[in-house]
């Protein structure tokens, strides 16, 4: 072999990042080279963003949170279904007043009431909030979950086979994006419950789950699918997916090895904007009377109670609006800092 | 031109080689476009290739040359099957693979393999060096002795690569690194026939020269035959015992490189010879003929009718527009030089008494320029 081909092809690293850290090198004997990953090199330069760390540890304490309500709960010795207010085991420590408005400052904190009452009823804001953000979050998180996936599998599979298949699946992307995505939420939530329940009777509360799982599923993959098939669409088109062809490869080995670690990108970035929209639309349901009702803790019912209570008791809103304030802000930061991370050309 | 006489017994320099492993017939492409509303048709297509007959022999390398969008690369992208023939006949090795199946086609599949253009887009950036060669070997099932990761090690070595770089990134790697890498994943299956597809365009030109001697190397220690397609006349000509000229989907003149580069017969080729820039002293660079064609290739929706070189050539007649000429050996040519025009031009790239020049534009600039030289 020549030799300036030796001399090209020796030195210990090309192209690395000049802005990022030395990585200490393996200080052994004999020294191997390892490269990086594009996802070592996005980790790098995530750990930089100060902004990106702080909101990832927000997120993760409010997962924390989440899953470790009964826990909190232990704690705070409250739960969310006890009426401190009506309750004849509690009368030795009234809550509220003879108007029903919790007794104390501010919503009625105190000791064994962190954030305060529920007026009228007197039940425990803060247990009430740690569980309700247990229903929203892993409702989210679910319903997320099955909006990507489905957008994905769609996306992939009209973005590399195209032609007719890609056309018939944009048909039918559009023709769910054609919905106006908030009055058929308020208007199918009661249809799709009354397919599992007669109108007549109670419904369980898992099956209300399920059904606003199964709506918000119908009308929120489109946009990943979009995406995916783009994205999907310009690497196709990529000289090494012709390779991997050439090879003998399979289309699925193709979309598996070659395409798809591609789409990650895109897709986790898309995953945590979907994420908090998708806990602001369980909370809008609620709110709007169609999603979780009484006496299921929900982040949503909470405001909708709230605006009830709002004239006499502005109190009451103030920790679970905080708090979701907070989620939203650090969600949506940190999908911000996952696509910096990412694509580092991308500049503020 | 002493390399020749290094070449291995089976690259003869005569134009037919002894045994054939690639042979085309009459193959064609055209790409249908359609149009219309609300109900699409198709309202014509775009005839990238059409009806080129090709060999390649055993260990040969052949050079494909013509100008941009004349259907090299549709070419080579039929021949490796990454596109479907409208019409035709793809021969490997005695079996026909022109409209093979995938599964059909495996077992022949690890034999023709392919270099690309871009190295930056045809290597997988989320892969490692050592999983992008590797995966060929895998897809076929290929189980080298010592284990797949040791053959690729060799294959790294062989191309001019550190053995070390298995566990990089393609991002880690300049332009000319990575086209080595891309050689090196078409050696993983030790195939028969490479069809480089411009491999050295998108490079500078000083690793232009690594790369090729490179190919050259493996075509040599291998016995690998090539399908060379390139614009760059002067690489064809280092690298390729045989060369065929394209214009327009067709192919216009095929022969042995002596028979091309010193003695072309079809205008275009001419043309094209004469358009090369050749450094040397002025009486020296008189010495050569001096074409200048005019305007771009014509449509290939709209092909001209007859000989597609037609429109732009300063021997067209009537009869040239009513027929096509035959890709056909012409009286005075060596064996295996075939020329398709109806009226051929001396066997001489040497200095004719007036140069051609078809753009009225250069010969409006050089006419006012002549009276104060």
């Given amino acids: 072999m020549s030799s300036p081909a030796k001399a090209e092809g020796s030195g210990p690293s090309v192209a690395l990042e000049p802005e990022l850290e030395p990585v200490p090198e393996p200080a052994k004997g004999e020294t191997t080279l390892e490269g990086r990953s594009p996802g070592q090199l996005m980790w790098q330069r995530f750990k930089r963003d100060r902004t990106g760390v702080v909101c990832a540890a927000t997120v993760i304490l409010y997962f924390v949170i989440a899953l470790a309500a009964p826990l909190l709960t232990k704690l705070s010795g409250t739960d969310p279904y006890t009426l401190y207010g009506q309750d004849p085991t509690y009368q030795d420590s009234p809550v509220l007043d003879d108007f029903g408005l919790p007794l104390g400052y501010f919503g009625g904190l105190s000791g064994s009431h962190w954030f305060g009452v529920e007026p009228q009823y007197g039940r425990d804001v803060f247990a009430m909030l740690v569980y309700g953000m247990r229903t929203s979050l892993f409702m989210a998180v679910g319903i997320t979950v099955l909006m990507m996936v489905t957008g994905i599998v769609l996306g992939l599979i009209g973005g590399y086979f195209g032609g007719r298949t890609d056309y018939w699946i944009g048909r039918v992307t559009d023709f769910f994006l054609a919905f106006p995505q908030q009055l058929f939420f308020i208007a199918f939530m009661p249809v799709v419950t009354a397919f599992f329940v007669d109108p007549r009777e109670e419904t369980p509360t898992y099956l209300r789950a399920v059904a606003m799982l199964i709506v918000l599923w119908l009308l929120g993959w489109m946009g990943m699918a979009r995406l995916v098939r783009s994205t999907v669409l310009s690497l196709r088109e990529r000289e090494f997916v012709e390779a991997a062809k050439v090879s003998g490869a399979s289309p699925w080995r193709i979309v598996r090895k070659e395409i798809l670690p591609n789409v990650v990108t895109p897709i986790l970035v898309q995953f945590t904007y979907t994420l908090p929209s998708t806990i602001l639309t369980i909370a809008f349901l609620s709110f709007a009377g169609v999603g979780f009702v009484e006496p299921t803790p929900d982040w949503g019912r909470l405001f909708a109670n709230g605006a009830k209570y709002t004239e006499q008791d502005p109190a009451f809103l103030f920790f679970p609006g905080l708090a979701l304030v907070i989620f939203v802000l650090a969600f949506n930061l940190l999908g911000d800092s996952v696509r910096d991370a990412f694509d580092p050309k991308s500049g503020r | 031109m002493s390399d020749n006489l290094t070449l291995p017994a089976p690259q003869g320099t005569s134009g037919t080689p002894a045994d054939a492993l690639l042979e085309v017939k009459g193959l064609t492409k055209h790409f249908p476009i359609y149009g219309g509303f609300p109900i699409k048709r198709r309202v014509g297509a775009v005839q990238a290739v059409d009806g080129i007959d090709l060999t390649v022999g055993v260990g040969e390398s052949v050079g494909l040359v013509g100008e941009s969008g004349c259907g090299k690369s549709t070419t080579g992208r039929l021949i490796t099957r990454l596109l479907e023939p409208t019409a035709g006949s793809i021969t490997y090795a005695g079996q026909d693979i022109t409209h093979a199946s995938r599964r ?24 490692t060096v050592g999983s992008i060669i590797k995966s060929p070997m895998e897809v076929n099932g290929i189980e080298p002795e010592g284990g797949r990761e040791k053959k690729v090690r060799e294959l790294l070595e062989l191309v001019g690569l550190n053995p070390e770089h298995y566990n990089r990134f393609p991002h880690e790697f300049s332009g000319g690194q990575r086209q080595r890498i ?28 690594q790369v090729v001697n490179l190919l050259q190397e493996v075509q040599r220690e291998l016995g690998i035959a090539f399908l060379f397609i390139a614009h760059d006349l002067a690489v064809v000509r280092h690298f390729s015992q045989r060369v065929a000229v394209m214009y327009l989907g067709k192919v216009v003149e095929v022969g042995d490189r002596e028979s091309i580069y010193n003695r072309p ?51 067209a007649q009537d009869k040239c527009a009513t027929e096509e000429p035959p890709l056909v050996q012409l009286s005075g040519n060596g064996d295996g030089h075939l020329t398709a025009c109806h009226f051929p031009e001396d066997p001489t790239t040497g200095s004719r008494g007036d140069d051609i020049v078809m753009d009225p534009a250069l010969m409006a600039m050089e006419e006012g320029d002549t009276p104060e030289a």
């Fill in chain 2, 182 to 209: 891309g050689v090196a994943r078409a050696l993983a299956l030790n195939p028969k026939l490479i069809v480089a597809d411009e491999p050295v365009s998108a490079l500078d030109v000083s690793i232009q020269a």
């Fill in chain 2, 104 to 127: 059909q086609i495996a077992p022949v599949r690890s034999e023709i393999q392919m270099i690309f253009q871009d190295p930056y887009s045809s290597l997988n950036p989320r892969q």
């Fill in chain 2, 265 to 315: 017969r079809h205008p275009y080729t001419h043309a094209l010879l004469s358009a090369v820039p050749e450094v040397g002293v002025d009486s020296e660079a008189a010495d050569r003929e001096r074409i200048r064609l005019s305007g771009d290739v014509p449509s290939p929706i709209h092909p001209p009718s007859g000989c597609r070189f037609r429109t732009r050539c300063w021997k």
